[in-house]
């Protein structure tokens, strides 16, 4: 059964949707975006996203296409739409479509950002069997542009470090920059020692997790200590848990890190329950 997606302003089957060989998003990655997951077919942390689109927005000087409760009557529609009990909502918003490529910015007044969202079925999404066993990472160079706070779609080197990653035999990679470990591809990345959970800052360095801040808040209430600094894939490798965080993994276990075990090589105490506090606190939040 096709989905039901929305462009512009419709409501369409996805065969039907279409967008402009002009525009921007895809002649540039003149775009942002935003995953959101839907858990019993709530959204979770719908207001963290809106506030952190309006400010990828911003950052580049892109017009808002909607505002923050047009967008989650959007969202809302298209879970209704299609039915989704467990998945995600991608969203995107691209500088819209000139009718020609000019590096130059169109001027908004004349070329409308374009809106695009469309849902991901995900049925046991927060049942992944992947989350009991842990996941391998390997650590690639972080080469990606100096403004990873705003979640744009220029996606090119985390999709190359996921295929590093696949041909390693790993799920995913951790980035290194100046040899501290910035993110994982498309998720921040943590370690644990003892009872202390230890990340990396927030800065332009690394997106601002929504998922991020909410662990951090439910380990804080849980009375465990948080450090925000840089740590190296060596103390990685010697820390008791690893773990990601994101909207489409929750909180995830990293068992392995350039092929050596972390802990016993098995999810500890800390990532599994930090998932099952963010799981219950997430859907008691949900709208
Ligand atoms: N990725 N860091 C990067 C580079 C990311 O792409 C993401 C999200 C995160 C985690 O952010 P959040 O907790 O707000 O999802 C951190 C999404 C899920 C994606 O690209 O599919």
Redesign the pocket.
């Given at each position: 059964m096709s989905r039901i997606v929305y462009v512009n302003g419709e409501y369409l089957p996805e065969e039907d949707a279409k967008i402009s060989i002009f525009d921007r998003g895809f002649l540039m990655a003149d775009g942002v975006y935003e995953?959101t997951s839907v858990l019993d077919g709530k959204l979770v942390d719908f207001e963290g996203?809106a506030v952190?689109l309006e400010r990828s927005l911003t950052e580049l000087d892109m017009a808002a296409p909607a505002t923050k409760d047009e967008l989650l009557a959007i969202h809302r529609e298209l879970v209704e739409r299609n039915g989704i009990v467990e998945g995600m909502i991608y969203l995107q918003v691209t500088r819209g479509a000139p009718g020609d490529r000019d590096f130059a910015f169109p001027d908004p007044e004349e070329t409308p950002s374009t809106l695009v969202l469309f849902t991901q079925n995900k049925p046991g999404l927060a049942d992944n069997p992947a989350a009991k066993k842990g996941i391998k990472v390997i650590s690639i160079e972080d080469i990606r542009w100096g403004r990873?706070d705003i979640?744009t779609v220029q996606?090119l080197y985390?999709s190359m470090g996921k295929m590093m990653a696949k041909k390693a035999g790993a799920d995913d990679a951790w980035l290194v920059e100046d040899g501290f470990v910035t993110?994982?591809?498309?998720?921040?990345a943590y370690i644990v020692k003892g009872r202390k959970i230890i990340t990396r800052a927030l800065s332009s360095d690394?997106?601002h997790?929504?998922?991020?801040a909410a662990v951090l808040r439910f380990a804080k209430e849980a009375q465990m200590e948080v450090e925000e600094r840089n740590f190296t894939i060596e103390e990685a490798q010697d820390a008791d848990e690893a773990f990601i965080?994101?909207?489409?993994t929750f909180v995830m276990p990293v068992v392995e890190i350039d092929g050596a075990q972390i802990g016993t090589g098995t999810p500890g105490e800390v990532a599994p329950r930090l998932r099952e506090i963010y799981l219950e606190e997430s859907l008691k939040a949900a709208v």
């Open positions: 995953v996203h952190r990873r979640k996606l985390p993110e994982g591809t498309s998720n921040n690394i997106l997790g929504i998922t991020r965080t994101s909207a489409s």
